[in-house]
């Protein structure tokens, strides 16, 4: 009677905290499902179509759809690899740090088993699931200094004003994020360097470290949104360009970011009597108005 009362009492103590265990997503579709944000379309559809079209919306893909993640997966092809699939854990993918922050915070271990094995079995529909959707901008990386300015709220959305109610159902309130329209929102994700804060460093963005060192430092004063988000109809662009899977957009781009001076000259040099020889001097000078390298990594 003891022993039964006393895993009774055990059972009570251990319940609320499985409870806390079981708001994390232990799937990739549990983890899919608390970043959805299918429900913004219904109201903000000019800013979804953009997003839908933009690598933050197929952040695990890769160009071209090349799921770039797998050697991550496969035994033998990285120090970070496992053995098998099933004994992968959220460290064997550095990479969640930028191109799916919710997994650090809000996944276990089962969801990273779970995604090598759809890398291995290279199925697309899975992973294409995982997306920096509106939801992981606009709350989970809206709040920089959590020590002073709190850790983003559940049901609340951030962005450029207050709006006491939002007619979101389950987003009820926008609060002013201090850095919606500053670079740091975007250099959270866009790389200083190497990332030496894990057991094997990784390098993959750098672009945020050449903007600060190579274009304020040099008096550059734009944010990335002011040239990445310039307004379409009244609103930010939320394509958010270069889509490197439009290759004639891309091009149209690039052509306008980069200019190639180039100026000859061809002359004679007399060497000595009757030794004429044809010279030429080729000045060539590329510039390039991004506000960083390109490009990029
Ligand atoms: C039922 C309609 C509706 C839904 C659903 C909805 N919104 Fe809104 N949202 C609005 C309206 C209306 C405004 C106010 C527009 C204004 O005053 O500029 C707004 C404002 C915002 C703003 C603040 C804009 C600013 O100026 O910074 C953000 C950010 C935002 N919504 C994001 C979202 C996201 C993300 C979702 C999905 C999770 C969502 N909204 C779902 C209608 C909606
Ligand atoms: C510091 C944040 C960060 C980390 C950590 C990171 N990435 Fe990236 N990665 C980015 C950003 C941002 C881009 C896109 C912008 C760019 O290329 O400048 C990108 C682009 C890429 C690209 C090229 C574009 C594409 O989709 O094909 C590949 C491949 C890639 N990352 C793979 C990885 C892998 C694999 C890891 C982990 C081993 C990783 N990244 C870790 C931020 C990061
Ligand atoms: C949560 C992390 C995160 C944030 C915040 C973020 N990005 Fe990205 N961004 C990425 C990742 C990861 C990719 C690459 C996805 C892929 O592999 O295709 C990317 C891709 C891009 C691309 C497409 C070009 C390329 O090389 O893939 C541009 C441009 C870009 N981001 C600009 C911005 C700007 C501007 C901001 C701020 C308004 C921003 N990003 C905020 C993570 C982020
Ligand atoms: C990569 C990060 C990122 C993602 C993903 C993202 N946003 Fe934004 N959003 C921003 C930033 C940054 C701004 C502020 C731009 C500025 O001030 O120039 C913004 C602005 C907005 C605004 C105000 C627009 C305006 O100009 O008045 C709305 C509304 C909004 N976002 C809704 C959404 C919705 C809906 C989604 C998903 C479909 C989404 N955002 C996805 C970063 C993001
Ligand atoms: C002065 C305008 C300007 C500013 C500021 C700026 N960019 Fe860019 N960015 C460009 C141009 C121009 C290109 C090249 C043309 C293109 O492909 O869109 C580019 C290209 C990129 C690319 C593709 C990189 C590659 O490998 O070719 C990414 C990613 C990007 N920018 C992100 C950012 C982020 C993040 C910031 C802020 C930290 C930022 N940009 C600030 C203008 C700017």
Redesign the pocket.
Known sequence: MRIMLLLLIAAVVVMPLSNVEAQKAKSIDELAKMFDSSQCKSCHAEIYAQWENS?HARSL???QD?L??TP?AKKGSTPFSPDDPKKATLKT???F???LPQAVAHAEDSFAVEYAEALLAGDKAKVGKLKITCIVCHNEKAIIHKLSDGYPEKGVLYGSKDIASHPDATFKKVKKSQIMDHAIMCGQ???LGP?LEFENP?Q??T?YGSYEHNYLSKGGQQQCQECHMQKINGKADHLIAPNWNDLEGTKKLLQNAIAMDVQTVGYEWLRKGGDLRPMIVVNTKINQNAGHRIP??
């Open positions: 690598h893909m890769g160009v090349g770039m993640m991550l993918f550095p990479c740090k930028c191109h994700c866009h790389g990332n990784v993959c963005a672009l990029d990594g």
